[in-house]
């Protein structure tokens, strides 16, 4: 019985302003772990979609930004299908986006269910969450109150252009510099000349990937903005990490895998103008991984709909927004939140 | 008490020959990664050998052993595995100081209970927690051991230690299996000495 006492001790606080609750969601074959911390009295919780795939949300949970959404909302936190510190036994056909996207909108009438029909729901995806949120407005009948895409990709087709001729871009920038390192200069010449030879038109899988791997480099090489905050859970992240490296990695490659697949085809770049509900593009000028320009289709279909929508470029960032500038990413999303969303 | 057991080794005479005792109790703590575990097993030696050791006066005893007994541990907000397990080993064991090595080839089976309340929606359409929630776990294993019979050095003390690292592949996990690793450190007891 110790273990059942230790784990409502870990798991639960019931003060509302200051919640923390832990528990598993189970639906079509899968446990999702589900955190949920922060300020419920708001009557608003973001339901975080993670990067990945075969990421988790608890890499999401610890940061500076994460106190700051947490002191003026109820934060959820769950690891997607296969991912994370998921469990279950289901089969390889799940693993698409349609199935992640339905785990999700199941998720968010979970949510209602268990801390109130009047809160609203927000989805807020990061990188592949991205996807994923775009699919769970469009593709399921989700009860959501609005949509925050920070650093998305809900194409990834058009992503891997707008990468490429980002590339092309700032390689040919940095050929007029004279004070750039030779390090640099190296590198940009590599991924301009990689990217230059690309047809544009059709990009095969591994240069997508080999795209995303020089995307993430290419961070080593901009100025991006650093906080010096530290996040209040990152000593319970260091030592009561609830995933096992090792298992979530060999876990998450099949899902990762499978769900890239799908990704890889998938473009919803002409159904964005479908999105009803409020929504918040925020992306990184710096980030390679994921171009603004994304964040900006988005805003300019969901705008000419006559939606609620704001397109915000946070300057001196990357893919990793909510690390480079915490502050600024918590900021604008909370204002948005609290400009747009209509109490129920 | 592993510090006491090593000092007293120290101070022990070598090459004391003595038969391993054939059954055991194998009490062990076992731990996946930072997080705790027990491991309970009855152990028995099912065929052993004795065997020179080529250039020294030291026995290698070698034996097979099969045992079965309990083994879980617990990780928060993750799962606590709970299973009855069944393992074969060969241990080699040297007379001159008792050390130990041996190679384990295992199955268990139990239940992963979820680390926390698992909810999910009845027939009815109601959503409902059960703080048992998890899932029916198999998992084969396999895992390499050091460990020092105690016996071999001073003859009273009727006791071994021993450090084992283990990879379990639990089943289901997701759509395949997964790779779990643990360690234990355990001491292991004649049964007619308890």
């Known amino acids: 019985m110790s273990w059942l006492i230790l784990n409502t001790l870990l798991a639960c606080a019931e003060n509302p302003a200051d919640l923390s609750d832990y528990w598993y969601f189970r639906t079509d074959g899968v446990d999702l772990p589900v955190r949920v911390e922060g300020n419920l009295e708001s009557g608003v919780i973001l339901l975080m979609l993670h990067g990945g795939p075969g990421g988790s949300a608890v890499d999401y949970n610890y940061g500076y930004d994460t106190d700051l959404l947490e002191d003026a909302f109820a934060v959820a936190y769950f690891d997607q299908r296969t991912q994370g510190g998921t469990h279950g036994n289901y089969g390889t056909e799940m693993l698409t986006i349609q199935q992640v996207a339905t785990d999700t909108a199941n998720l968010v009438d979970a949510l209602r269910d268990r801390y109130g029909q009047d809160n609203q729901v927000w989805l807020y995806g990061h990188s592949w969450g991205g996807m994923l949120g775009t699919a769970t407005l469009l593709d399921t009948d989700a009860d959501v109150d609005g949509w925050i895409e920070a650093a998305g990709s809900h194409d990834y087709p058009l992503n891997d252009v707008y990468t490429a001729r980002k590339f092309i871009t700032k390689a040919a920038d940095v050929a007029l510099q004279s004070t750039i390192t030779e390090e640099d200069a190296q590198f940009w010449d590599e991924v301009g000349g990689f990217a230059g030879g690309l047809d544009l038109e059709n990009i095969s899988e591994s240069d997508s990937l080999q795209l995303n791997q020089y995307a993430f480099t290419a961070e080593e090489h901009v100025e991006l903005a650093s906080s010096d905050e530290f996040g209040s859970g990152l000593l319970r992240y260091m030592l009561l990490n609830p995933t096992v490296k090792s298992t979530s990695w060999w876990s998450g490659l099949w899902g990762g895998n499978a769900l890239n697949d799908d990704a890889f085809t998938t473009s919803y770049t002409p159904r964005l103008g479908e999105i009803a509900v409020p929504s918040l593009f925020i992306y990184g000028d710096l980030d390679f991984v994921c171009p603004k320009e994304l964040g900006e289709d988005a805003f300019n279909a969901v705008d000419a709909q006559g939606i609620s929508t704001d397109f915000v470029v946070l300057e001196a960032s990357g893919h990793s927004l909510m690390v480079n500038q915490p502050e600024a990413f918590a900021e604008e999303i909370i204002t948005f939140v609290d400009t747009w969303g209509v109490p129920r | ?194």
């Open chain 2, 1 to 194: 008490m592993l510090p006491l057991l090593l000092a007293a080794t120290a101070m022990a005479v070598p090459n004391q020959v003595e038969l391993v005792p054939k059954y055991r109790l194998d009490t062990s703590y076992v731990a996946q990664a930072l997080r705790p575990g027990l491991r309970v097993a009855a152990e028995q030696s099912l065929w052993s050998s004795e065997r020179d050791r080529l250039f020294t006066d030291e026995k290698l005893i070698r034996e097979f052993t099969g045992s079965v007994g309990f083994m879980g541990w617990w990780h928060p907000y993750n799962q606590t595995p709970l299973m009855a397990t069944a393992e074969l080993g060969f241990r080699r064991t040297g007379t001159f100081w008792g050390f130990q090595k041996e190679a384990l080839l295992g199955l268990g089976m139990g239940y992963a209970i979820n680390g926390g309340r698992t909810y999910r929606y009845n027939d009815d359409g109601e959503l409902k927690g059960n703080p048992l929630g998890g899932r029916g776990l198999i998992a084969p294993s396999m895992g390499i051991g050091f460990g020092q019979d105690l016996s071999q050095v001073k003859p009273k003390l009727k006791a071994s230690w021993h450090l084992r690292g283990r990879m379990h592949y639990q089943w289901p996990y997701n759509v395949a299996g997964a790779p779990v690793f643990t360690v234990e450190v355990g001491i292991s007891r004649p049964w007619s000495g308890l």
